[in-house]
């Protein structure tokens, strides 16, 4: 339990990508705060079940990734309910596919504030901590869309590029803090995000579904294969661990050799 001593923050983590990091890290020994939308039973779920399971404390946020000061707040009870913050991870993220004129105004300000502000906010509140006790390790789930783009996505492809940026420009700032930025760029997996845009997609590109899986998602990755929640997981987890300390500001693909072209 290589994470005994720290406690972590995932954002958007009551399913997919960020629930297994969730996991992961708790099986680590780590205390996690949770937060993202979904049915209160099912939330309280998975929050009793990280307990249960791997003996340490969970608790749950319902800050609003669109708005600042309940992020601000978030960290601050996250860092006073367990008496530090030592692990963040921004992975809370949303979707919508569109072609450019038909793009709702709408819905570019809230994917640009959930999947790229929300990440500005917490690091902000974050890391005066991690600088104070010479140790963090932050994780962004960015994508493969960071590197390369798809058409009809203008939002999420906008702030997954800017989530790259934000990591780099960050991982300079606490280089000798001890602290470590990374992100993690997946291909397609197969998450609730995933399997929700595929109607929007089925429509843009006037596609079934089938057609969708295999001439959209999964031609992208040579491999053939969805990546799984579990192995991004893992990987967090090794960029939590001591032997990734030299390992900061970079962004790691995971996605099946679809950005080797």
């Known amino acids: 339990m290589s994470l005994k001593t720290r406690n972590a923050l995932v954002t958007g983590s009551t399913s997919g990508i ?41 608790r749950y946020s319902a800050a609003d990734m669109t708005r600042p000061a309940e992020i601000a707040a978030m960290v601050a009870e996250a860092e006073a309910a367990f008496g530090s913050l030592d692990i963040l991870v921004n992975n809370a993220g949303i979707q919508h596919v569109a072609p450019i004129e038909e793009f709702p105004i709408e819905k570019w300000d809230q994917i640009i504030a959930i999947n790229l502000s929300s990440a500005f906010h917490t690091i902000r509140a974050a890391t005066p901590g991690m600088k104070a006790r010479k140790w963090g390790r932050i994780i962004c789930t960015a994508s493969a869309h960071s590197l390369v783009a798809s058409p009809f996505k203008s939002a999420y492809v906008s702030a997954k590029h800017g989530i790259a940026g934000l990591t780099k ?45 295999r001439d959209v ?10 990546v799984t929640s579990e192995q991004v997981a893992a990987f967090a987890v090794f960029l939590c661990s001591d032997a990734a300390s030299q ?15």
């Open 18 to 58: 960020g629930l297994a990091i969730a996991r992961a890290v708790a099986a680590e020994g780590a205390n996690v705060t949770i937060n993202g939308f979904g049915p209160a039973e099912a939330i309280e779920t998975a929050r009793a079940e990280i307990e249960t399971d791997f003996g340490v404390r969970c």
């Open 169 to 213: 420009t960050v991982a300079l700032e606490l280089a000798t803090f001890g602290v470590t930025v990374n992100c993690i760029s997946p291909g397609y997996v197969w998450t609730p995000l995933v399997e929700k845009q595929i109607p929007d997609t089925m429509k843009a590109r006037n596609m079934t579904k089938e057609q969708v899986i």
């Open 217 to 226: 998602l999964l031609t992208a990755q040579p491999t053939r294969q969805f």
């Open 247 to 261: 390992m900061t500001g970079s962004n790691y693909s995971m996605d099946g050799g679809w950005t080797a072209a």
